[in-house]
């Protein structure tokens, strides 16, 4: 049974397994999974890189213990109940996903860096595939208002953002089964998305929790969560 769930504007938020949130679900009950699973780099990070980069220990010892790609039901679950899907990290798990015409690349725009120039998600859209810049004056911008980073793998409410116009259209209903440090969450309160999404972890999902209501509360949002998303696909692909 899914424990009760934390209701944020037009978010749903649910602190448990994802497969178990999965397994309630009806299929293709969601237009899109939009996720950011771990990449299966379990055991491979340390606290220090190059040029700076650092990370606290706990939080390495943490990340160490659940960045492991995840199992084959999620993959088939999450392919039942989404129409459409997104997957973060795609370059790691082509076995599980298979091939796709157009990914989105993030473009970090800071090139030789300890970490890689950017990220690949592997898409199921037959669109061609897409960049999105995002660098440093984004990103510290972004980290500001989302309440700076916390989390190993925080990605940038911008991001979200772009990716959400670029590929969702209004009425659509969003999954993400990894919530993390909840910057997916803030998008789509920025834009009116109604997203359920769920975080196994207790205290990254009370983290997450936290800065999502202090976002909304305290955030100047470019769109009011009652007003439609004006897309144009011709103007996007």
Request: hydrophobic letters at 35%; glycine letters at 8%; aromatic letters at 12%.
């Amino acid at each position: 049974m899914l424990p009760d769930p934390v209701k944020i504007g037009c978010v749903t938020l649910y602190n448990c397994d994802n497969l178990e949130l999965l397994r309630s679900l009806p299929d293709k009950s969601f237009d899109l999974n939009l996720d950011d699973p771990p990449y299966g780099l379990g055991k491979k990070w340390v606290s220090k890189g190059k040029y700076g980069f650092t990370l606290k220990p706990e939080e390495v010892e943490k990340m160490n213990r659940w960045d492991f790609i995840p199992p084959d039901d999620w993959f088939s679950e999450t392919e039942r109940v989404a129409k459409n899907r997104i997957i973060w990290g795609g370059n790691y798990m082509m076995d599980k996903l298979g091939s796709c015409r157009g990914p989105v690349i993030w473009n970090k725009m800071i090139h030789g860096f300890s970490l890689a120039d950017g990220e690949m998600a592997w898409s199921s859209f037959d669109k061609p595939l897409r960049i999105i810049d995002c660098g440093m004056s984004i990103r510290s911008s972004d980290k500001k208002n989302s309440g700076g980073r916390w989390h190993g793998n925080q990605k940038p409410i911008f991001l979200y953002k772009k990716i959400l116009q670029m590929y969702a259209r209004p009425e659509w209903k969003i999954l993400d089964t990894h919530l993390g440090s909840g910057t997916h969450a803030m998008a789509c309160l920025d834009l009116g998305y109604e997203l359920t999404a769920c975080e196994i972890d207790k205290e990254y999902f009370d983290t997450a929790v936290k800065r999502i209501r202090e976002y909304l509360s305290s955030h100047e949002k470019i769109f009011d969560s009652g007003e439609q998303v004006k897309l144009t696909e011709d103007d996007l692909f």
